[in-house]
């Protein structure tokens, strides 16, 4: 098959669902996301928060903000992004609704610990650890109140195991997967953690094989990626060298809005779009990721990495809060793992477009 590949060695298949974790977020600015921010799209409108469910990767926001450490309410409450928050349920109650009792999850993944992330722990037993990347005790612990600045609470650790991975060179830590290094985190190969930094300290990604092609001649094992925040929009990701953007573009890539109809913004407008803003038309990204990123330059270099599997035909890019998801993807209690056979890469890796259609749009115009 052609495009890029990645070496994923053996494994075994996980059992594999996306959570909605019913968290949406109104009226962030596009301009806080985005070092280049693309006119006609200022704000983010109704932006979920996946999860992956193999073990729980990531909880989203909890129903109770009084939950959380000060330094968060206090960042609400100044940005003005809490009327903009809504939860309906936590993700242990979405859990209990669907038949997985709490106490069934041995292990909440934090890719990071950012507050729409990091959900409510205390809604799960004490036997359920808590894991985090590589750097994150050294960045964040202790917690509020030993810490008043700290953005994690020392209840949520409480009578409960924090496990940091260490992905340095060693007996249990040598594995690399593509350009990241890799933790088996079942020891059977159906479940990796990556480390994808950039974005926070010990910021985590995952890989989980959804199923195995069995050594059949022309058959591959099929993967879904959770990125959690190593990008937050498609156009930080696409197009790329991988993935160049298709030509014809048409509204079968991606939904118009009814404002641009019947006038559909090709891959000539897009082009033209990109030119204009000083980059390569077809295969360099349309915005680049501003500089809250507690580390710009490795940002940029773990999306340029991670380029490769969102292009790979037998990988399904998740990031946690692509809202290109909704409509198209079955959630939590059915499973993913039948993603390719029903297209579901196909039908939303270009569908970020439509937040761009109205400025490709007046190149038509100008014409």
């Not at 100044?78 to 993700?91: T, Y």
């Not at 109650?93 to 038949?99: C, P, S």
């Not at 990701?237 to 030509?247: A, F, G, I, K, V």
């Given at each position: 098959m052609s495009g890029p590949?990645?070496?994923?060695?053996?494994?075994a298949v996980a059992k594999v669902s996306i959570v909605d974790s019913t968290m949406r977020l109104s009226g962030l600015p596009t301009a806080m996301m985005f070092a280049n921010p693309v006119e006609g799209f200022e704000h983010f409108e109704d932006c979920p928060t996946w999860c992956l469910l193999k073990a729980v990767f990531d909880l989203g926001a909890p129903t109770d903000f009084g939950t959380y450490a000060p330094v968060y309410n206090k960042m609400m409450d100044?940005?003005?992004?809490?009327?903009?928050?809504?939860?309906?349920?936590?993700?242990?109650?979405?859990?209990?609704?669907?038949?997985?009792?709490?106490?069934?999850?041995?292990?909440?993944?934090?890719?990071?610990?950012?507050?729409?992330?990091?959900?409510?722990?205390?809604?799960?037993?004490k036997s359920t650890e808590i894991v985090v990347g590589q750097g994150f005790t050294k960045a964040y612990c202790p917690g509020y109140p030993a810490n008043p600045d700290s953005p994690v609470c020392e209840a949520y650790f409480a009578d409960r195991t924090l496990r940091e991975i260490n992905f340095e060179p060693g007996p249990t830590a040598n594995l690399q997967i593509g350009g990241f290094r890799a933790h088996d985190f079942f020891g059977d190969g159906s479940f990796y953690l990556l480390d994808t930094p950039g974005h926070t300290s010990g910021h985590l990604s995952a890989l989980a094989r959804t199923t195995s092609g069995g050594g059949s001649e022309g058959k591959e094992d099929t993967f879904?990626?959770?990125?959690?925040?190593?990008?937050?929009?498609?156009?930080?990701?696409?197009?790329?060298?991988?993935?160049?953007?298709?030509?014809?573009?048409?509204?079968?890539?991606?939904?118009?809005?009814?404002?641009?109809?019947?006038?559909?913004?090709?891959?000539?407008?897009f082009g033209k779009l990109n030119t204009s803003r000083g980059r390569r038309a077809t295969d360099e990204v349309f915005v680049d990721p501003a500089d809250f990123n507690e580390d710009p330059a490795a940002t940029v270099r773990t999306i340029r990495e991670a380029q490769i599997p969102d292009a790979m035909d037998n990988v399904f890019f998740v990031f946690a809060h692509d809202a290109t998801l909704q409509g198209v993807i079955d959630v939590f209690p059915k499973p993913a793992n039948d993603w390719k056979r029903r297209g579901w890469a196909e039908k939303v890796h270009w569908r970020f477009l439509k937040d761009f259609a109205p400025a490709a749009a007046k190149f038509a115009e100008a014409a």
């Open positions: 590949k990645w070496t994923i060695p053996p494994g100044e940005s003005g992004l809490r009327d903009g928050f809504r939860v309906e349920k936590d993700v242990s109650q979405i859990l209990q609704e669907n038949g997985v009792a709490p106490a069934e999850v041995g292990s909440i993944i934090w890719s990071h610990q950012h507050l729409d992330h990091i959900g409510n722990p205390n809604t799960f037993p879904i990626m959770m990125g959690g925040d190593l990008c937050h929009h498609g156009g930080e990701l696409r197009p790329s060298s991988h993935m160049p953007l298709p030509d014809p573009l048409t509204k079968d890539h991606y939904p118009v809005p009814a404002s641009l109809l019947p006038m559909c913004p090709g891959a000539a407008l």
